[in-house]
């Protein structure tokens, strides 16, 4: 038959594991969080935290002998083997897949304190090698939840022990134990959380050196001097931003759909995009911004000022919106080529930023041309006329056809615009066969795509009918966040589109692509994704680049609250002491006696409140011990009841004495026999478990109250 006990002791089992679990689990999303686990890892050690929990919880039953332990280690041994030759191929990867399953190991096998200590050992471990991997906010979040679950892992492995010890244990709350042990554990963390936030703020950072070393960058491809057809889709299956955008010179959420122009590319050969010639040159600095070379004017232009935050983006390569006038840049050194592209000298470090103000495209139909008009070398015209050496029949063919009723070299570009976005269709699924002629394939047979086969087959079929044209990659608007108010341009908004040489304008864009089908409405994820990065954007300016200046700007704005705070309080109690005379003109003797005797009442509800508020539950645990009903924790209040019949008849126990040795201590009599009655049915109920008791005892005290 079990203890009474069993049950708390359960109870107490499960809050510690389930702490510990959450616990190792922490360590394990900041490992994950910064990128460097692949996803069959990240699966399988997800899979044994669920496993673990449902064991835990009872849900399932989890038993793997001595025997089975040791073959699995056996057999992964040589799947290590494996593993580095053949899968991995690198050690540092391998050697990870090794800890983590040496991890799942003892996650499913934990039995006895040293593995538990062994488990807590793993997830400091994993937090650990997180904080060199990563300084994100994902970071940040996995250590606040590690500080909660690890108050809750200490406390409950210390009520564990306890337990463990002591012979008998009341069951004091054990209904409401996880709550309430959960909510002090959370109160503590935030406490923990709390000073040491009030510590980092009045601290600035000065480890930069080691925030560049560690920090985790993302290269991107087909954004430099070359692009392999297929690349911009394998970069559009990723949502990662990539740049944070303020726009100054317009109304933040107004929809600008602009393009942030990167690299312009032109030799093709009919699979890879490159500049065979790129022919850069430095951009002059004057007063510390980059100008870039003055441009014909254009009457009715509309221009933009804005900003561009770099997020850990690995590219030499500039983007702008249209045609930039002035840059401000840190550092000197950046280079543009003859297609407008712009690059930087050296890699751009972490939290790498720049200003640009830019002249935006207007279409030539709308706009006036400028003066004086550009001119297009017979050199330069001939290279943008270049086609693939072994180009289908086809495609010329099919350009005469679409552009048959045009008369001029804009009709006949708008005309192969407006047919490719009609009559194609829009698909990020990339081919699953290796193509001989990507291109005409896309065009006579799958007839969908996405963006670069869009605009590869538009460039090359202007090139077909004589017009020079010229292939851009770089990122289609962006999302507006409004907690940030910045626009956010994620990888998964990269993008291809066109530029064409119109005689007396110059090179004008085109965007032959179509919208996806399947784009997501906005819908609750989304709003979640903008709070989190809103997160990420708070992280990055106020955590990872808190210095001098941020610290200077924070203790600004707290000084100009503070100032303000101070003259509305005054403001307010000005208001409030005008009001106060006026209505006491006003009002008359009989509404102050009213207002006295309501405020009187609620005083004396509010002195009476609580000890009525006790001894109603007093009565009530006397009730229920009539009743048979009465638990362990119910002994020990009614056990301090018949003390205080007993204090208020001159016998007071004393602390260090034990209930039996404070009955043996009073005079013979009616009230000592009562009292070492009450003694012994206290100690069966309180110690024993014997509730049956407990009628006893509310007899007693009944005998005590009535005895003179």
Same mark, same amino acid.
């Given at each position: ?61 989890? /038993? ?6 040791? #073959? ?139 925030? #560049? ?11 430099? &001097? ?45 699979? /890879?995009?490159? /500049?065979? @010639? ?55 050194? #950046?280079?543009? &080529? ?52 072994? #180009? ?47 291109? @005409? ?66 090179? +004008? ?65 000005? @208001? ?121 005892? +509310? ?10």
């Amino acid at each position: 038959m079990p203890r009474a006990d069993a049950s708390p002791a359960v109870s107490v089992e499960r809050f510690f594991q389930l702490a510990l679990l959450g616990l190792v689990a922490c360590g394990f999303l900041a490992v994950a969080g910064s990128g460097y686990l692949d996803s069959y890892t990240i699966a399988l050690t997800t899979a044994a935290f669920i496993l673990r929990a449902l064991a835990v919880c009872g849900a399932v039953k989890l /038993n793997l002998s001595e025997r089975a332990i040791t #073959l699995i280690t056996t057999a992964y041994a040589g799947f290590f083997l494996a593993d580095f030759f053949l899968l991995s191929r690198e050690l540092l990867r391998s050697a990870v897949h090794l800890v983590f399953f040496l991890a799942v190991i003892k996650i499913l096998t934990a039995r006895v304190s040293r593995d538990y200590a062994y488990i807590a050992a793993i997830a400091f471990m994993e937090l650990l090698a997180a904080a060199l991997l990563s300084i994100d906010f994902n970071f940040f979040a996995s250590l606040t939840f590690y500080v909660l679950f690890a108050i809750a892992a200490l406390t409950g492995a210390e009520i564990r022990r306890s337990i463990g010890h002591a012979p008998a244990t009341a069951r004091s709350g054990s209904r409401r134990f996880h709550p309430r042990l959960a909510l002090l554990s959370t109160l503590i963390a935030l406490g923990i959380l709390g000073i040491t936030g009030g510590f980092f703020f009045i601290l600035p950072r000065t480890a930069d050196a080691a925030f #560049l070393r560690f920090a985790h960058r993302t290269i991107l491809p087909a954004f430099s &001097n070359q692009m392999k057809l297929g690349q911009i889709g394998e970069i559009k299956n990723t949502s990662q931003p990539v740049m944070h955008i303020d726009v100054f010179s317009a109304r933040p959420d107004a929809p600008l759909n602009l393009k942030w122009r990167g690299a312009a590319l032109v030799d093709f050969d009919g699979r /890879n995009w490159s /500049n065979l @010639a790129p022919r850069p040159r430095r951009v002059p600095f004057e007063n510390g911004h980059a100008v870039p070379e003055s441009s014909r004017y254009t009457g009715g232009a509309t221009h933009l000022s804005y900003h561009v935050d770099f997020d850990a983006l690995d590219s030499r390569t500039l983007f702008f919106a249209g045609l930039p006038e002035q840059i401000d840049l840190r550092y000197p050194g #950046l280079s543009r &080529n003859q297609e407008g592209s712009y690059t930087l000298d050296y890699p751009p470090p972490p939290g790498f930023h720049y200003e640009a103000y830019s002249r935006l495209d207007t279409p030539p139909e709308t706009s006036p041309p400028p003066y004086p008009a550009p001119i297009l070398g017979l050199a330069d015209r001939e290279r943008y006329l270049q086609l693939p050496p072994r #180009l289908d029949a086809r495609i010329p063919a099919l350009a005469r056809s679409l552009a048959e009723q045009a008369r001029t070299d804009l009709e006949r570009a708008r005309a192969v615009e407006r047919r490719l976005r009609r009559d194609y269709g829009y698909s990020l699924q990339l081919s699953d066969r290796e193509v001989a002629d990507p291109l @005409a394939y896309f065009l006579f047979t799958r007839r969908k795509g996405y963006c670069e086969y869009f605009a590869s087959a538009m460039t090359v079929m202007l090139r077909s009918l004589g017009i020079p044209a010229r292939i851009v990659t770089g990122f289609q608007s962006g999302e507006y966040n409004p907690l940030t108010r910045l626009w956010v341009v994620r990888a998964s908004d990269a993008h291809s589109w066109v530029e064409a040489w119109m005689p007396g304008y110059g090179w +004008s864009t085109f965007d032959p692509t179509p919208s996806d089908p399947n784009a997501r409405e906005f819908a609750l994820l989304d709003r979640l994704g903008l709070y989190l990065d809103a997160a990420q954007t708070f992280w990055q300016d106020w955590v990872v680049g808190y210095d001098t200046g941020r610290q200077g700007t924070l203790a600004e704005r707290v000084e100009r609250g503070a100032r303000r705070l101070g003259i509305g309080w005054a403001d307010a109690l000005d @208001a409030a002491q005008s009001g106060w005379r006026a209505y006491s003109a006003t009002v008359t003797r009989g509404v102050l006696i009213r207002i006295g005797v309501v405020a009187g009442m609620g005083l004396w509800i509010w002195l009476l409140a609580p000890p009525l508020i006790r001894l109603l539950r007093m009565r009530q645990r006397v009730e229920r011990a009539r009743r048979g009903q009465a638990s362990m924790v119910d002994a020990t209040l009614l056990y301090h009841r018949m003390l205080q019949i007993l204090k208020r008849r001159g016998y007071q126990k004393p602390a260090w004495f034990t209930p039996s040795e404070f009955a043996a201590s009073l005079p013979p009599g009616p009230a000592g026999a009562a009292v070492a009655e009450f003694t012994l049915a206290y100690n069966a109920l309180r110690f024993g478990g014997q509730t049956g008791v407990a009628p006893r005892l +509310s007899l007693l005290l009944d005998e005590l109250e009535h005895q003179t």
